[in-house]
């Protein structure tokens, strides 16, 4: 969805900037040399699009006004002025506004940095002017309130697809933008920013996408927004994003330096598999503002998402990967402070703190310290033996959790407290945390309760059964088989909450075949096998079809194996060229979901 630059809602009024490049200006435009073919499609697209919104808008009642790039030159100032004020008809005041901007802007002296703001049609009502920047004059619309980033209802169900598909309900956010990008365009102009923006894409989207990893929501001018289900591939795409960036920059000493900051937040978007849409755009916006925090290079993430990647993480980067807590800051439309974490990879950078950002210093409680007194004073005369026991959680996050998989823990105090005390029943002892996420998902904490005052810091270690999925989508002499072949480590925990360290090895393949007496025909020939413990759990060799012609999706998930913790299964996927073939466990709970 395409939205005006400008809305004067009491006239009904649309207004649209056009760029000369993007839009095809008939006077300034000029054909790239390269990739000809691929620019003229997307000019023509977008002239296309441009018209059909048109269309839309005038049937709804509006009146749309287009104006050129170019028209803001001061040489053509006047006469789009003109068409303003003569497409503003009757409002007065707003005739005013603009004829004061525009005699302050074009005078030497007038104010400076201009920029141009993108509205929306239900948005308030907005302050219109003009301003001098450089020798450019730019329309400025300030809106009187403050407005939260908008998802379309196509941008909404692309989200729900994705998390229907990989079967969540839990969703990382991640944001990117390039530091400093306007003055990039501003200086080598926008041809130059195009290509640079250009070439971004092409890293972002295709470290985000590959293998259907990640599922890149929307481009919003220089910035890109993308969802994982797994945080530790999210946080595993952004450190590769930022390595690709920085190889990028290192072989095109010729461009300008792209300084990407990413920021990610993790969230709960689905209740009961049913999406919470106010939910998504509650974790967007939280997203967005930890992404402001971060400098160019730089990855900003939130406490759950630090939580779930660190561990898993751990053992697949080598011992490179830093974490660092810069504290908690308060960020902008967000009553509570959030926790910042940030990941580095330790041999391109050191960790740094936010700058130019809010802190939130917490202090620590009063009566917490005089537990603690109180705690080691009867250490000390020999009576801890005789304390009742009372244990405390501390940061503690809002999942469900339970104790020993029999009782849900409950806990004292408002959700937004640091510290808590415990209503459930811990006995001195070992006992086992446990946070069902999703059906591959959980969130495992082995804790020791002493006699006396216990306090649990947060802790949780994020388990992932393993899963292996490649797609193929045939081109002949180019893409005609896919194969993969993994080892994964994980730990699964029986009734009596005993760990049992499990190491499975999954491998499958995918080889495209087409029919030579029947061109509408596709043959798939796939190859899988799991192996868990050094015993085989299945292997198998079979043919699916496709018409290649025609839409005939096909989506099938079979069971393979099942025991008392968790059970492996096979899903496939069909339609036109393209087929899925997925190996992967989950908990035995999900068996019949």
Known sequence: MVRPDFVFRKERLAVFVDGCFWHGCPAHYTRPKARRVFWDAKIAANRARDR???????????????????????????????????????????????????????????PQDGFLCRSMLRAPRSRVSIRRNGGLLTIVATMETGTSLDLTNQELTSIEQYRLRRQTSVLVILFTDIKGFTEIAERRGDRHAADLLHRHDEIVVKAIEEGGAGLVVKHIGDSVMAVFAEPSTAVERALRIQEEIAAFNEAHPEVETIGLRIGLHMGQVAVENQAQFDLVGRHVNRASRVETLADAGQIYLTYPVFDSARGWLRYKTGGHIDWKLHGNYLLKGLEEPVEIYEVVDKRRRTPAPPKNARRKYKLFPVWLALGVLAVGAAAVFGVMQYQRTEVYFTNWNREL?????????????????????????????????????????????EIEIKRGMNVIPPGMVSVYLPALERRLD?????????????????????????????????????????????????????TWKVVENGVVVGTDTFEMKSRATADDYQNRKVVIQADALHYWYLRTYTNRRSAELEIGAAYIEYKDK
């Open 474 to 526: 045939f081109q002949p002499g180019h893409e005609e088989q896919v194969e993969a072949q993994q080892t994964y480590t994980f730990p699964l925990y029986d009734k009596d909450n005993r760990r049992l360290d499990t190491t499975a090895e999954l491998s499958l393949s995918i080889k495209g075949v087409p029919d030579p007496a029947n061109p509408e025909q596709m043959t798939f020939r796939c």
């Open 401 to 445: 959790t339970v104790v020993d998989q029999k009782q849900i823990l409950a806990l004292a105090g408002d959700r937004g407290q640091e510290t808590r005390l415990s209503l459930t029943r811990l006995p001195v002892g070992r006992h086992l945390l446990q946070q069902d996420i999703n059906y591959q998902v959980r969130n495992y904490m």
């Open 52 to 110: 059909r919104i048109d269309r839309a808008l005038c049937a709804a009642g509006w009146r749309v006004l287009h104006v050129w790039e170019h028209a803001l030159a001061p040489s053509a100032a006047a006469r789009t002025l003109a068409r303003v004020r003569r497409a503003v008809g009757a409002a007065c005041g707003l005739r005013r506004r603009i004829s004061r901007a525009a005699r302050c802007g074009t005078r030497q002296g007038g």
